[in-house]
Nanobody, 125 residues
Framework: QVQLVESGGGLVQAGGSLRLSCAAS????????MGWFRQAPGKEREFVAT????????YYADSVKGRFTISRDNAKNTVYLEMNSLKPEETAVYYC??????????????????WGQGTQVTVSS
């Protein structure tokens, strides 16, 4: 089992930037593909970005392409989400997740096995 702890959320003005981090512990980090999701109040959890075990393959939701970047540092057991040009509608709790299938880059919530507790991102207009 792997434990995930997100950090880096906060309040930012529209057009601003934030960098989220997700620190993993418990098992070998490079055994997992990683993803970022978000959930706004009253809405379903939605996919943001994913990265395979080496970091060599990434996949993004259309809504964030060109503005968000997912990356990982296997030596530090950490996955990152760099978010630029943030919009008020992107206010949500952001979650990182780990998939046991390390080669996979998937947008499906059910294909992730472990989740962090989330970090709040608030984008003011």
């Amino acid at each position: 089992q792997v434990q995930l702890v997100e950090s880096g959320g906060g309040l930012v003005q529209a057009g601003g930037s934030l960098r989220l981090s997700c620190a993993a512990s418990g098992r070998t980090f490079s055994n997992y593909a990683m993803g970022w999701f978000r959930q706004a109040p009253g809405k379903e959890r939605e996919f943001v970005a994913t990265i395979n075990w080496t970091g060599g393959r990434t996949y993004y939701a259309d809504s964030v392409k060109g503005r968000f970047t997912i990356s990982r540092d296997n030596a530090k057991n950490t996955v990152y989400l760099e978010m630029n040009s943030l919009k008020p509608e992107e206010t949500a709790v952001y979650y990182c997740a780990a998939s046991n299938v390390k080669y996979r880059t998937t947008y499906r919530v059910l294909e992730y096995d472990y989740w962090g507790q989330g970090t709040q991102v608030t984008v003011s207009s």
